[in-house]
Nanobody, 118 residues
Framework: QVQLVESGGGLVQPGGSLRLSCAAS????????MSWYRQAPGKERELVAT???????NYADSVKGRFTISRDNARNAMFLQMNSLKPEDTAVYYC????????????WGQGTQVTVSS
């Protein structure tokens, strides 16, 4: 059974930091590209950052220089270090796993709320 479980969300003041975690199980984690998406109220879900199976990474322009994505294949886990948080970072953050071979396989977590407010 595939599971992606996010944790680490919460309420933080502007300028603060949070570290999100995604615990994966039920699939071969090291072979998947892993991503963080977010969805703010009334907005479309957007890609925040991706880390490939080879540990290459890319970021949305809005978070470059503030967020860092990482993964630990030995622990089947992915992380998002978020610094210098802004109110516009407020959203539900989702963990995503994707692999394209013969078929495209995509898995989603349930999300964790991040609220940036004073």
């Amino acid at each position: 059974q595939v599971q992606l479980v996010e944790s680490g969300g919460g309420l933080v003041q502007p300028g603060g930091s949070l570290r999100l975690s995604c615990a994966a199980s039920g699939f071969t984690f090291s072979t998947y590209a892993m991503s963080w998406y977010r969805q703010a109220p009334g907005k479309e879900r957007e890609l925040v950052a991706t880390i490939t199976s080879a540990h290459g990474s890319n970021y949305a322009d809005s978070v470059k220089g503030r967020f860092t994505i990482s993964r630990d294949n030995a622990r089947n886990a992915m992380f998002l270090q978020m610094n210098s948080l802004k109110p516009e970072d407020t959203a539900v953050y989702y963990c995503n796993a994707r692999r394209v071979r013969v078929l495209e396989l995509i898995y989603w977590g349930q999300g964790t709320q991040v609220t940036v407010s004073s």
